[in-house]
């Protein structure tokens, strides 16, 4: 069991060189229920001298650690990754409580994190150099990878176990220490992903875990002493963290915000599409970075399907955690549903067709959560509000075009491309979709196209600033540089003599 979160409403601590140790802030920020609004922790908001502390303590940390065998640091992920399955209820109990998430997404969350963990037990053969023999004459190159030093990890509310597990166990096995600054939404399970850290046996300052707001970002963003920064979370944040971090010549990778299209195609399996485009849309309340936000039905045929989507939509419902038949739980706080509400609130007024008004929406039970119910949206037109905002509520949109080629031309003028999908029966327009679409992640008869660990998740245009995306062998080298030796021994140089013999004893 944990030992730093076993009260009711604890203190986050800070970890910083292998402690859990509490801050000596004056500011504190409530950690909610969001079914509830009982305030089950306190983040706090880590003073500079705390900042300094922890990046001091992951600078002494890398001296050492970078040195370790890499077959030593895997076997330390590989138990990391046995105790993340041992506690993985436990792990998603926290979870739950803190983002609301059914259990069942609760766990689902923690154990895409784990199959990360998993991949990065490939270290030794990922982060091997490469030799070519006599590139001229008697001279051979070499090259030898290197882990960079102290990294850090900036993550968002929405996936508290999986995102920060794509970052600090990846650098970490690549011989670097870490500092995440968690969501200060939802830091509980990041403090308990920290507390098994040390009980895999991963030496003291390989991970420090501090806690706040922008000011803590930016002091991670301005120290010189991080070499390295991957950020996830919404679009103007992922902006500035990859200008001001770029600006002090860091290597950065920024995950951002999306909004996804399921085209379809008026050939596609009819039922599929429907099941898919609810639980795609409405899912984890619709608070994931790959949830399909728009539908983009093709032909006058598909038309016809607004009455059953609208029916498979309106036969979800929110409910809280234990709740089995609950299709997802509330938004994260009373400020996500009030943008989500006013949101909605806007199509209403530009003129879309509000077919299902998730607005207002109750749960018995429980009257102060943020729940907002499923909500759908026809006849919407790209220059509304609520197609040009990322909306991250259980909200589908609905967009009407004639033509595959008119559907591409929609998807390749929104800003964000982080995922999409079409569903059809014809290869050769799944074909087309996908090699004229530009959009970082595509299913095709798949609605979230979400790759596994040993791929890369690579979201693109605005929902992605950076070269190298996280996790997959991309990982490997954002976490990493490349030295390259290039060395001639000639053979005129070979010692003599009976005491200048080679030997190996
Ligand atoms: P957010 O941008 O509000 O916060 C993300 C992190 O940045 C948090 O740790 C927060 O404390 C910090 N932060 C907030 N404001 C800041 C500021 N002004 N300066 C510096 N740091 C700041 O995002 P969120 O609401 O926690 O998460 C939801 C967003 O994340 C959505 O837009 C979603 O699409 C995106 N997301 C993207 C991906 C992806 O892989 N592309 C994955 C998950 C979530």
């Given at each position: 069991?944990?030992?730093?979160?076993?009260?009711?409403?604890p203190?986050v601590?800070l970890?910083?060189n292998g402690?859990?140790?509490?801050s000596?802030?004056g500011d504190?920020?409530?950690?909610?229920?969001?079914a509830?609004?009982d305030?089950?922790?306190?983040?706090?908001?880590?003073?500079?001298?705390?900042?300094a502390?922890?990046?001091?303590a992951?600078?002494?940390?890398f001296?050492?650690?970078?040195n370790?065998?890499v077959?030593?640091r895997?076997?330390?992920?590989?138990?990391?990754q046995?105790?993340?399955?041992?506690h993985h209820?436990?792990?998603?109990?926290i979870?739950?409580?803190?983002?609301?998430?059914?259990?069942?997404?609760?766990?689902?969350?923690?154990?895409?994190?784990?199959?990360?963990?998993?991949h990065?037990c490939?270290?030794?053969t990922?982060t091997?150099g490469?030799m070519?023999?006599?590139?001229a004459?008697?001279?051979?190159t070499?090259?030898?990878v290197?882990?960079i030093?102290?990294?850090?990890g900036?993550?968002?509310?929405?996936?508290p176990?999986?995102?920060p597990?794509w970052m600090?166990?990846l650098?970490?096995?690549?011989?670097?220490t870490?500092?995440?600054?968690?969501s200060?939404?939802?830091?509980?399970?990041?403090?308990?992903?920290?507390e098994?850290?040390?009980?895999?046996g991963f030496?003291?300052?390989?991970?420090?875990?501090?806690h706040?707001?922008k000011?803590?970002?930016?002091y991670?963003?301005?120290d010189?002493a991080?070499k390295?920064?991957?950020?996830?979370?919404?679009v103007?944040?992922?902006?500035?963290?990859?200008?001001?971090?770029?600006?002090?010549?860091?290597r950065?990778?920024?995950?951002?915000g999306?909004?996804n299209?399921m085209?379809?195609?008026?050939?596609?399996?009819?039922?599929q599409?429907?099941n898919?485009?609810?639980g795609?849309?409405?899912?984890?309340?619709?608070?994931?970075?790959?949830a399909i936000?728009?539908?983009?039905?093709?032909?006058?045929?598909t038309?016809a399907?607004m009455?059953d989507l609208r029916?498979a939509?309106?036969?979800?419902?929110?409910?809280?955690s234990?709740?089995a038949?609950?299709?997802?739980g509330?938004?994260?706080?009373?400020?996500?549903?009030?943008?989500?509400?006013?949101?909605i609130?806007?199509?209403?007024?530009?003129?879309?067709?509000l077919l299902l008004?998730?607005?207002?929406y109750t749960v018995?039970g429980?009257?102060?959560?943020?729940?907002?119910?499923?909500?759908?949206i026809?006849?919407?037109r790209?220059?509304m509000t609520?197609?040009?905002?990322?909306?991250f509520g259980?909200?589908l949109?609905?967009?009407h075009v004639?033509?595959?080629?008119?559907?591409i031309?929609?998807?390749?003028?929104n800003?964000?491309?982080?995922?999409?999908?079409i569903?059809?029966?014809?290869g050769?327009a799944?074909?087309k979709?996908q090699?004229e679409?530009?959009?970082g992640q595509?299913?095709v008869?798949?609605?979230?196209?979400?790759?596994?660990?040993?791929?890369?998740?690579?979201?693109g245009?605005?929902?992605?600033f950076g070269d190298?995306h996280p996790?997959?062998?991309?990982a490997?080298?954002?976490?990493?540089?490349t030295?390259?030796?290039?060395?001639?021994?000639p053979?005129?140089?070979l010692?003599?003599g009976p005491?200048m013999?080679i030997s190996?004893?």
């Amino acid at each position: 069991m944990s030992t730093v979160l076993n009260q009711t409403a604890p203190n986050v601590p800070l970890l910083i060189n292998g402690e859990f140790v509490q801050s000596t802030t004056g500011d504190w920020i409530d950690v909610t229920n969001p079914a509830t609004q009982d305030v089950i922790g306190r983040a706090p908001v880590t003073t500079d001298q705390e900042m300094a502390r922890a990046i001091a303590a992951a600078q002494e940390a890398f001296k050492s650690w970078r040195n370790v065998p890499v077959q030593e640091r895997m076997r330390c992920l590989l138990r990391y990754q046995a105790l993340l399955k041992e506690h993985h209820d436990e792990l998603a109990g926290i979870l739950a409580r803190e983002t609301g998430k059914t259990f069942a997404d609760a766990k689902g969350d923690v154990w895409r994190g784990i199959e990360v963990v998993e991949h990065g037990c490939s270290a030794p053969t990922l982060t091997q150099g490469e030799m070519t023999e006599n590139v001229a004459n008697g001279i051979d190159t070499h090259s030898i990878v290197h882990p960079i030093g102290v990294c850090a990890g900036i993550t968002p509310f929405n996936f508290p176990a999986m995102i920060p597990l794509w970052m600090f166990p990846l650098a970490v096995v690549c011989g670097n220490t870490f500092v995440l600054k968690p969501s200060e939404q939802d830091p509980l399970t990041p403090t308990r992903l920290a507390e098994l850290w040390h009980e895999a046996g991963f030496p003291a300052g390989t991970l420090q875990v501090v806690h706040g707001r922008k000011e803590q970002v930016d002091y991670l963003l301005e120290d010189p002493a991080i070499k390295a920064v991957s950020f996830v979370g919404s679009v103007p944040v992922a902006t500035h963290v990859y200008r001001t971090a770029t600006h002090n010549l860091k290597r950065v990778q920024c995950m951002g915000g999306a909004k996804n299209h399921m085209v379809v195609m008026p050939d596609a399996n009819k039922d599929q599409v429907i099941n898919h485009l609810v639980g795609a849309s409405c899912g984890a309340a619709g608070q994931r970075c790959m949830a399909i936000s728009v539908a983009v039905l093709v032909g006058e045929e598909t038309r016809a399907w607004m009455d059953d989507l609208r029916e498979a939509v309106a036969g979800i419902r929110p409910g809280p955690s234990d709740d089995a038949d609950a299709a997802y739980g509330p938004l994260i706080s009373p400020a996500a549903k009030e943008r989500v509400e006013q949101l909605i609130g806007t199509a209403e007024g530009e003129g879309a067709d509000l077919l299902l008004d998730g607005r207002g929406y109750t749960v018995d039970g429980y009257p102060d959560g943020n729940w907002v119910g499923p909500t759908l949206i026809d006849n919407v037109r790209s220059d509304m509000t609520v197609y040009r905002e990322e909306i991250f509520g259980p909200a589908l949109l609905v967009m009407h075009v004639d033509t595959l080629d008119e559907a591409i031309e929609l998807v390749n003028s929104n800003p964000y491309g982080n995922g999409t999908s079409i569903f059809t029966r014809s290869g050769a327009a799944a074909r087309k979709y996908q090699h004229e679409t530009e959009v970082g992640q595509v299913g095709v008869n798949i609605p979230i196209p979400v790759p596994a660990p040993f791929f890369s998740f690579t979201g693109g245009k605005h929902s992605f600033f950076g070269d190298l995306h996280p996790y997959g062998k991309q990982a490997f080298r954002f976490y990493t540089e490349t030295r390259t030796v290039i060395s001639r021994w000639p053979e005129s140089d070979l010692p003599s003599g009976p005491n200048m013999t080679i030997s190996m004893r």
